[in-house]
């Protein structure tokens, strides 16, 4: 789909997209609109349920007086009240519906707002982002499609004063969207074509946008003596990876700094191993790589704009499979870090992944922070849903900076607590930690990030679990169902608002 940005101006052919705000009043194209058609948009305002507040939306056909082939009338409410996350959500609902009414093209006008959060180019840059959200469609491996189900809708120009801005801030939208469609193709791979190696080059591809690409095999980890990130993979004929990913964009006095970083989990496949799942729902485990995933999608983004920062991104990639070499309960592996871990679930297997990327991360790279993101517990999704993903942090600073950016471009977290208390349930009576707390089901989520908080080294480090976020089975304007991407448009966020430039 293509997007272009022009001064306001009726078009002459395709469909017209026009305002009307809250209790039906017309906008001045709106208005405009109404006196061509000889009232058109009057009369069907008065005989449908259209309110004119966010969210409406009212269709009329061929008016005559008009070259369009159809008129869509959206509803923006009171105004003044309007962000961006608004915008978003109308051009991706504007694409859904115009799709389903089989449009090829559109222009979307929109007057001054006169919103107190948002300018009006930006929104208009905004509508064209959500819309470029909410067309990702993952369909590669369909060999027929139903013609009438297919999206027709091929162009959006959006139309506003001082266009030329809006053009300009939408190159980084646009950047930021291709970032989140790489996680949401990620995500959504089936295991038999994206595992370890075959995602190792996926990420190697991002060195044509220079991005500094490394891949270490297992012999490699293993003189590391990432034993805990090995264990896991052992029982797969897979071999498990590591992958560094490093953008090198500040400049200046700035290029000397501290780079940000941020590690994943990328568990390609989790059967459990030997303490294997049910059958019922296995097939999801396919997207228990979406913390590496989102890395992964991040450092393109910040590629594709050209950050002006250093980030690294460190993923742990391997299969979790039973077979007659795989980790049993009861052993015992020693990580980079030197400590011991008793397996006592091998179903828990992220937090092993992570221990040793976190720790080769902090030990290699001496970052500001380190931002680790994984599909990691169960015990999240019954906790927050999947409104929210649970962040658990050894600093409040970078904990509020985090909060506030999710909120900022709707990808929500919640911070949850860590104690002594909590830690206390990873201590193992024969090695130095265990990999599943001592307490039963309770506080699971918490007591993984205790697990975790072991291998940051003091180092200022967030953990996100993402389980409840990674995936959707819910079809919203702007994310469609499937990998929803999330977690790349909060950490280019953050980035931009805190570290960037600064």
Same mark, same amino acid.
């Given at each position: 789909? &293509?997007?272009? #940005?022009?001064?306001?101006?009726?078009? &002459?052919? /395709?469909?017209?997209?026009?305002?009307?705000?809250?209790?039906?009043?017309?906008?001045?194209?709106?208005?405009?609109?109404?006196?061509?058609?000889?009232?058109?948009?009057?009369?069907?305002?008065?005989?449908?349920?259209?309110?004119?507040?966010?969210?409406?939306?009212?269709?009329?056909?061929?008016?005559?007086?008009?070259?369009?082939?159809?008129?869509?009338?959206?509803?923006?409410?009171?105004?003044? &009240?309007?962000?961006?996350?608004?915008?978003?959500?109308? %051009?991706?609902?504007?694409?859904?519906?115009?799709?389903?009414?089989?449009?090829?093209?559109?222009?979307?006008?929109?007057?001054?707002?006169?919103?107190?959060?948002?300018?009006?180019?930006?929104?208009?840059?905004?509508?064209?982002?959500?819309?470029?959200? *909410?067309?990702?469609?993952?369909? &590669?491996?369909?060999?027929?499609?139903?013609?009438?189900?297919?999206?027709?809708?091929?162009?959006?120009?959006?139309?506003?004063? /001082?266009?030329?801005?809006?053009?300009?801030?939408?190159?980084?939208?646009?950047?930021?969207?291709?970032?989140?469609?790489?996680?949401?193709?990620?995500?959504?791979?089936?295991?038999?074509?994206?595992?370890?190696?075959?995602?190792?080059?996926?990420?190697?591809?991002?060195?044509?946008? /220079?991005?500094?690409?490394?891949? +270490?095999?297992?012999?490699?980890?293993?003189?590391?003596?990432?034993?805990?990130?090995? *264990?896991?993979?052992?029982?797969?004929?897979?071999?498990?990876?590591?992958?560094?990913?490093?953008?090198?964009?500040?400049?200046?006095?700035?290029?000397?700094?501290?780079?940000?970083? =941020?590690?994943?989990?990328?568990?390609?496949? $989790?059967? %459990?191993?030997?303490?294997?799942?049910?059958?019922?729902?296995?097939?999801?485990?396919?997207?228990?790589? %979406?913390?590496?995933?989102?890395?992964?999608?991040?450092?393109?983004?910040?590629?594709?704009?050209?950050?002006?920062?250093?980030?690294? %991104?460190?993923?742990?990639?391997?299969?979790?499979?039973?077979?007659?070499?795989?980790?049993?309960?009861?052993?015992?592996?020693?990580?980079?870090?030197?400590?011991?871990?008793?397996?006592?679930?091998?179903?828990?297997?992220?937090?092993?992944?992570?221990?040793?990327?976190?720790?080769?991360?902090?030990?290699? #790279?001496?970052?500001?922070?380190?931002?680790?993101?994984?599909?990691?517990?169960?015990?999240?999704?019954?906790?927050?849903?999947?409104?929210?993903?649970?962040?658990?942090?050894?600093? $409040?600073?970078?904990?509020?900076?985090?909060?506030?950016?999710?909120?900022?471009?709707?990808?929500?977290?919640?911070?949850?607590?860590?104690?002594?208390?909590?830690?206390?349930?990873?201590?193992?009576?024969?090695?130095?930690?265990?990999?599943?707390?001592? *307490?039963?089901?309770?506080?699971?989520?918490?007591?993984?990030?205790?697990?975790?908080?072991?291998?940051?080294?003091?180092?200022?480090?967030?953990?996100?679990?993402?389980? /409840?976020?990674?995936?959707?089975?819910?079809?919203?304007?702007?994310?469609?169902?499937?990998?929803?991407?999330?977690?790349?448009? +909060?950490?280019?966020? =953050?980035?931009? $608002?805190?570290?960037?430039?600064?």
């Amino acid at each position: 789909m &293509k997007f272009a #940005f022009s001064e306001i101006s009726l078009p &002459k052919r /395709g469909s017209l997209a026009v305002a009307i705000y809250a209790d039906k009043a017309l906008s001045p194209t709106a208005q405009e609109v109404d006196e061509k058609t000889n009232g058109a948009l009057s009369r069907a305002l008065e005989t449908s349920r259209f309110t004119g507040k966010k969210g409406d939306f009212l269709e009329i056909v061929a008016p005559t007086g008009l070259e369009v082939s159809r008129v869509v009338l959206f509803g923006l409410g009171e105004t003044e &009240k309007l962000g961006q996350l608004d915008m978003e959500n109308l %051009g991706g609902s504007l694409v859904k519906r115009l799709n389903s009414s089989g449009a090829r093209s559109v222009t979307v006008i929109l007057d001054e707002l006169g919103a107190e959060d948002i300018k009006t180019n930006e929104a208009a840059a905004s509508v064209a982002m959500g819309a470029m959200l *909410g067309s990702y469609r993952f369909q &590669k491996y369909k060999t027929s499609t139903d013609a009438a189900s297919e999206p027709t809708l091929t162009r959006m120009t959006v139309s506003c004063k /001082g266009s030329a801005t809006a053009r300009k801030a939408f190159a980084d939208m646009e950047a930021l969207a291709e970032g989140v469609f790489l996680t949401r193709d990620l995500v959504s791979e089936p295991a038999n074509t994206l595992y370890p190696d075959s995602f190792a080059e996926q990420c190697l591809a991002l060195s044509d946008m /220079g991005v500094h690409v490394e891949v +270490l095999d297992e012999a490699k980890m293993q003189r590391l003596g990432m034993g805990a990130l090995l *264990g896991v993979g052992q029982g797969s004929r897979r071999e498990s990876r590591l992958v560094v990913m490093q953008w090198n964009g500040a400049t200046g006095k700035k290029a000397s700094r501290k780079p940000l970083a =941020f590690v994943g989990k990328g568990v390609c496949f $989790d059967t %459990g191993g030997i303490s294997i799942k049910p059958a019922a729902g296995m097939e999801e485990m396919k997207w228990d790589m %979406g913390g590496a995933g989102t890395v992964t999608g991040l450092m393109k983004a910040l590629a594709g704009r050209k950050a002006k920062v250093n980030a690294i %991104g460190v993923i742990g990639l391997v299969e979790n499979m039973p077979d007659g070499n795989a980790q049993r309960p009861g052993d015992i592996v020693t990580s980079m870090s030197g400590q011991t871990i008793e397996i006592l679930n091998t179903d828990a297997e992220g937090r092993l992944v992570l221990a040793d990327a976190l720790w080769y991360t902090q030990d290699r #790279f001496k970052p500001e922070f380190m931002v680790d993101l994984a599909t990691l517990t169960g015990a999240i999704i019954v906790t927050l849903g999947h409104e929210n993903a649970g962040l658990f942090s050894n600093n $409040d600073e970078l904990s509020e900076q985090i909060f506030e950016a999710g909120k900022a471009v709707g990808e929500g977290v919640w911070r949850l607590p860590m104690s002594d208390a909590y830690a206390k349930q990873t201590k193992s009576p024969i090695a130095d930690l265990q990999n599943i707390g001592t *307490g039963g089901r309770g506080a699971g989520s918490i007591v993984a990030a205790e697990f975790l908080q072991k291998f940051v080294n003091d180092v200022p480090w967030v953990h996100l679990d993402i389980a /409840g976020m990674a995936w959707s089975k819910a079809d919203k304007p702007t994310v469609p169902k499937g990998g929803t991407g999330y977690g790349v448009r +909060l950490l280019d966020k =953050f980035i931009r $608002d805190y570290y960037e430039g600064k």
